[in-house]
């Protein structure tokens, strides 16, 4: 592969993880997002792992507390081509669902 497709290839997986982090911000805002603050209001956590390159977290339809269940797991290395595009699109409907006031649907 030529250093020209490497740098591409490292651009868009830039650009995904980027905008993935302004989702998770755009459904989570600034302010604390536990259930007793700000009820049934969908969280998202999400971790970037720079030592081996790696995107994780954890959706939580209803909202985060320490007893909350986890709607939906995603784990991503970003050294294959992955489901990045995929965790962006679910990441997309939970912030319709936000805005739309269908957050206590369940995804699989």
Known sequence: MNQRLKRKIEKRRRQQIC?????????????????????????????????????????????????????????????RPGKMGQILCELKELKKDLHSGNCGRSRK
Not at 38 to 63: E, L
């Open 19 to 79: 905008e993935a982090l302004d989702l998770c911000l755009q459904i989570n805002g600034l302010q604390k997002s536990e259930k007793e603050l700000t009820g049934n209001h969908p969280t998202v956590n999400m971790h970037f792992w720079g030592h081996i390159g790696m995107v994780d977290g954890d959706f939580y339809a209803s909202g985060w507390s320490r007893e909350a269940v986890v709607t939906r797991h995603f784990e991503e290395r970003l050294d």
